[in-house]
């Protein structure tokens, strides 16, 4: 098999994690609802148009379809994801749904991408 030489290879052999979207620093609390268990509750790290991360102290298995609950200046935002990453106490979650919770992320995103730009100093 060998070591992999090009970008490509590297890619093809999942080791590296290509995003669909851009992750934005976002801190709020959030609520996650999975079958058969009590209410996860925990901070949000970063948000992108297709997913969030969090970190919570309860337990979600990989795969599972969650319901999460948290808040944006734009609004509250309910919607259904896929657990999708889980190291330590980070989640990554997917999202699987559409409507007007995206709509109120994909308006958060491009506000996070503007504000964040603007605090990166020149030399980075």
């Known amino acids: 098999m060998g070591v992999p030489h090009s970008f490509e290879d590297w890619s093809a052999r ?11 620093k976002l801190e709020t609390d959030i609520r996650v609802y999975a079958r058969n268990q009590a209410v996860a509750r ?3 790290v970063d948000l992108s148009e297709s ?3 969090a ?3 309860d337990e979600i298995r990989l795969n599972e379809i969650v319901r999460l609950e948290f808040s944006l200046r734009a609004g509250d ?21 559409g409507g007007p919770a995206r709509d ?8 996070l991408a503007m504000e964040q730009s603007l605090r990166r100093s020149p030399s980075e």
């Open 42 to 44: 925990g901070h949000t």
């Open 14 to 24: 999942g080791f590296f994690d290509a995003r669909r979207s851009p992750r934005y």
């Open 104 to 111: 109120l992320i994909t308006q958060t995103c491009r506000e």
């Open 77 to 97: 935002v309910e919607l259904m994801a896929v657990v999708r990453q889980h190291n330590a106490f980070r989640y990554g979650f997917e999202f699987v749904e």
């Open 55 to 57: 970190i919570l102290m």
């Open 51 to 53: 997913g969030i991360a």
